[in-house]
């Protein structure tokens, strides 16, 4: 008896063994895969914007071109100012610096993000990159107080440096409601600001599945709301540790969650 006994647990700790080497396997194949997904874009977003200058602080290398050379060391001061606060509260430290690209048109902006005439983009986080759109285009007012105030107030900085954390720590293992509900919750916490205020007493009926699966197709301010709503009510209940945790146990495949729409723009 003892011998079969011992016979099973040597077979059943090979079993295990070989299913964590699997998994660790797995998740080193899946995040490999992502990061040279998303370097490949970076490559391309860069390249396309190879004329433009550069300006560069100390956690971001900033692309622009003359028409924003007024505003750009206000707009990195305004960055940095923004990364401090969210990667205190989301406890991160970034991987290398991090590229930005002003666009200084919509036009511009829609033709290399490939955007359609129906998007109004401030920003958008794509392929480790933050895209924004020079705000003296969103900005009507030829004062640079006024801009520098505006900017940091209502600029899309932190909503972007958070999907780009969520991104780092998770590495695109998440689907795109869970990383638009953290970043509108964080925003909500650190800015204040709450999207979609006047849906609050709204029963919205999108299920996980339908965010999960069809993100896109859904009416796009009742999925974000929801989104929101799901995020804050994890941190109500169970405290923000738990969001970090969760994109721990994301990044290094612990649990998984539907991941196809990683690369997506966001
Ligand atoms: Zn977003």
Redesign the pocket.
């Known amino acids: 008896m003892r011998s079969i006994m011992a016979r099973k647990t040597t077979v059943i700790s090979a079993v295990v063994i070989f299913m964590l080497l699997t998994i660790n396997n797995f998740v080193y194949i899946h995040n490999s895969l992502y990061n040279f997904c998303v370097n490949a874009i970076k490559i391309k977003s860069l390249y396309s914007v190879k004329n433009y200058s550069t300006y560069e602080t100390e956690n971001f290398i900033i692309k622009y071109t003359p028409e924003d050379g007024d505003v750009v060391a206000i707009v990195a001061n305004t960055i940095e100012k923004d990364f401090f606060q969210v990667k205190q509260r989301l406890n991160h430290r970034l991987h290398n610096k991090v590229q930005i690209i002003i666009y200084p048109d919509l036009e511009i902006m829609r033709n290399k993000l490939n955007l359609s005439q129906k998007d109004y983009p401030m920003g958008i986080?794509y392929g480790g990159i933050l895209h924004i759109l020079s705000p003296k285009v969103w900005i009507n007012d030829s004062s640079m107080d006024t801009l520098s105030r505006e900017f940091a107030a209502n600029g899309p900085m932190v909503?972007?440096l958070i999907?780009l954390i969520v991104d780092e720590k998770a590495n695109g293992n998440f689907p795109l409601w869970f990383?638009?509900g953290i970043?509108l919750y964080y925003e909500y916490r650190l800015t204040g600001y709450e999207w979609g205020k006047g849906l609050a007493n709204i029963q919205i009926p999108n299920t996980l599945s339908q965010l999960t699966h069809r993100f896109e197709l859904l009416d796009q301010d009742l999925a974000y709301r929801k989104s929101f709503e799901i995020i804050k009510l994890i941190a109500d209940r169970y405290g923000e540790q738990k969001i970090l945790h969760l994109l721990d146990q994301l990044g290094k495949g612990q649990i998984g969650m539907n991941s196809q729409v990683s690369l997506e723009k966001?």
């Open positions: 986080y909503h972007e999907h990383t638009e970043a966001r």
